[in-house]
């Protein structure tokens, strides 16, 4: 099946700093989704960009589909900001499409 | 803004006991998904389904089980629970089987002693 790994797998920042996660999938995909999982254990939904860029505020995120790799751009980073970012893909074709989820960026923004 | 629901949020249940943990959402998607995520933050897919009457079992597998019997509600069951079935236990739904964006529940942390 399709394997999706992230990096850094950790990250600490301090507040203001600029930071880049990176997603890469081993198979073409429909669909991609980066979440941010808070405190609570909640993935709430960031981008939902199967390629192209968007913006949202501070972050950005750009997806190149035919070099298979996605990155996550946080600006002027904010200790809210911490909590793991996940990046989740949706491979083409077959008859059972599934929401695989990559390793996971744990990220510690301090004050 | 999606509307997809967990109940309850926190379980702390004893060895052998059965219990169902529930998930629903009002926004008549397709598409229902069960993932369990240990504290080493990995989500796996256990459970699938593409609409009413269909289920799927994912990549990890589990001894729960799963019914879809109406659009909107997609429970998770264990039968006799078990200290390794000590979890969270996340739900999401997408509107179509393929190529839409997924939404997720707050989820189930459940223990078992």
């Known amino acids: 099946g399709i394997q999706v790994e992230q990096s850094p797998p950790d990250l600490i920042l301090q507040e203001g700093a600029n930071s880049t996660l990176r997603c890469n999938f081993s198979?073409?995909?429909?669909?991609l989704q980066w979440f941010h999982q808070n405190p609570w254990g909640q993935l709430i939904n960031l981008f939902y960009i199967p390629s192209g860029t968007k913006q949202n505020g501070r972050l950005s995120a750009t997806t190149v589909a035919t070099e298979r790799y996605s990155l996550l751009y946080i600006s002027s980073s904010q200790t809210t900001d911490s909590g793991v970012y996940f990046c989740?893909?949706?491979?083409?074709?077959?008859?059972?499409?599934?929401?695989?989820f990559g390793t996971g960026t744990l990220l510690a923004v301090q004050p | 803004e999606a509307d997809i629901y967990q109940t309850p949020r926190y379980l702390v249940i004893g060895t052998g006991k059965k219990i169902t943990l529930e998930c629903s959402q009002t926004?008549?998607?397709?598409?229902m998904y069960w993932y369990q995520q240990d504290p080493g933050m990995e989500l796996h897919l256990i459970h699938y389904?593409?609409?009413?009457?269909?289920?799927e079992k994912g990549d990890l597998s589990s001894e729960s089980t799963v019914s879809r019997i109406r659009t909107e509600h997609f429970p998770l069951t264990l039968e006799s629970a078990r200290p390794s079935h000590t979890s969270q236990y996340l739900c999401?739904?997408?509107?179509?089987?393929?190529?839409?964006?997924?939404?997720f529940g707050q989820g189930t942390r459940l223990t078992v002693v």
């Open positions: 198979d073409s995909v429909n669909n």
């Open positions: 989740a893909v949706e491979s083409l074709g077959g008859a059972t499409n599934k929401l695989i």
């Open positions: 926004m008549g998607h397709d598409k």
């Open positions: 389904s593409y609409g009413v009457n269909s289920t």
């Open positions: 999401a739904s997408s509107e179509r089987p393929w190529d839409t964006e997924a939404f």
